[in-house]
């Protein structure tokens, strides 16, 4: 298992929101985070960091089209 810290950025320009995951690996962290974009009406992004550093900054579909 490996540690995760997520930064749930929302549209309303909250201060994110962090939660702490410990996952399998890195593919699965992420594809944790793109169903909860997928499924919140309100999360603009998501970064995802490990002890390594910054793993990526996902993007809700929206957002991505603006």
């Known amino acids: 298992m490996k540690s995760y810290?997520?930064?749930v950025h929302d549209i309303?320009?909250?201060a994110p929101a962090e939660l702490t995951a410990?996952?399998?690996g890195d593919e699965r962290v992420v594809e944790f985070c793109r169903d909860r974009l997928a499924v919140s009406p309100t999360a603009?992004?998501?970064e995802?960091?490990?002890k390594?550093?910054?793993l990526c900054h996902l993007?809700?579909?929206a957002r991505q089209a603006a």
Request: proline share 0%.
């Open 59 to 61: 993007w809700s579909e």
């Open 22 to 24: 410990d996952m399998v």
């Open 12 to 14: 309303r320009g909250a």
């Open 44 to 46: 603009a992004s998501i």
């Open 5 to 7: 810290r997520i930064l």
């Open 48 to 50: 995802i960091w490990s």
């Open 52 to 54: 390594d550093g910054k």
